[in-house]
């Protein structure tokens, strides 16, 4: 049973363009979770897709936007990259179960963003 | 919004225990999750407390008290592996998942 899978593992950018991250949930996840961890710093919450919207979404500007797939996997994209988005940027998965659930996220591995 | 405050650095001898706090002030509150993770590696999942009291896996225990706003993840019988990052993390009391972390303890166990 595959993990949740992230690609590109490293990226390198220059300041104003534009970037794709994909994301490929653990099998029988229905809900994605992306997240920015600077270094040294926890995760930051970007947003949260569910059926195929965007539910929630952290203090980030809409520079960051992204979409799910019928198959649950997922994309970021991040327009006009500035210096100060250079991260690691993480999928989470997880299912969409009642609030008591354990609400356990699984992470991939990341994907490595260098803004030149 | 959600803040929650937990020690940068802690270093314990293999072999010890050692205790992580972690203090959180939110707007509505589901939970405490705990994570591990290790330098260049994902976070991985280590506990969860959405009730008072300790829970227990293995070496690792977590301790939540609502009224308080506080709780805590105990290692056991440390071993050099568990030189890691534990982030404390709160569920949003919104209908899904978000998660906020905490900046995260740097953990180094020494021989």
């Known amino acids: 049973d595959a993990g949740v899978t992230q690609s590109p593992t490293h990226l390198i950018k220059t300041r104003g363009q534009q970037v794709t991250l994909r994301c490929s949930p653990k099998?029988?996840?229905?809900?994605v979770s992306w997240y920015q961890q600077a270094l040294g710093q926890g995760p930051q919450f970007i947003f949260q897709?569910?059926?195929?919207?965007?539910?929630q979404r952290g203090n980030f500007p809409d520079r960051f936007s992204g979409h799910q797939f019928p198959n649950y996997s997922s994309e970021l994209n991040v327009n006009a990259l500035l210096l100060g988005d250079s991260a690691l940027y993480l999928c989470?998965?997880?299912?969409?179960?009642?609030?008591?659930?354990?609400?356990?996220?699984?992470f991939g591995a990341g994907t490595r963003l260098s803004v030149l | 919004g959600q803040s929650l405050e937990q020690p940068s650095e802690v270093t314990a001898v293999e072999g010890a225990i050692v205790q992580i706090n972690c203090t959180y002030q939110t707007s509505g509150f589901y939970g405490l999750s705990w994570y591990q993770q290790h330098d260049g590696g994902a976070p991985t999942f280590l506990s969860y407390n959405a009730l008072d009291g300790l829970e227990e896996t293995g070496r690792f225990s977590s301790f939540l008290s609502r009224s308080d706003s506080y709780g805590y993840l105990l290692l056991q019988e440390l071993q050099m592996k568990d030189s890691a990052s534990y982030f404390c993390?709160?569920?949003?009391?919104?209908?899904?998942?978000?998660?906020?972390f905490g900046i995260g303890t740097k953990l180094q166990v020494i021989p």
């Open positions: 989470a998965s997880s299912l969409q179960l009642g609030q008591a659930a354990k609400n356990i996220q699984y």
């Open positions: 897709y569910y059926e195929e919207e965007e539910r």
């Open positions: 099998s029988g996840h229905d809900t």
């Open positions: 993390a709160v569920r949003d009391s919104g209908g899904y998942q978000k998660v906020t």
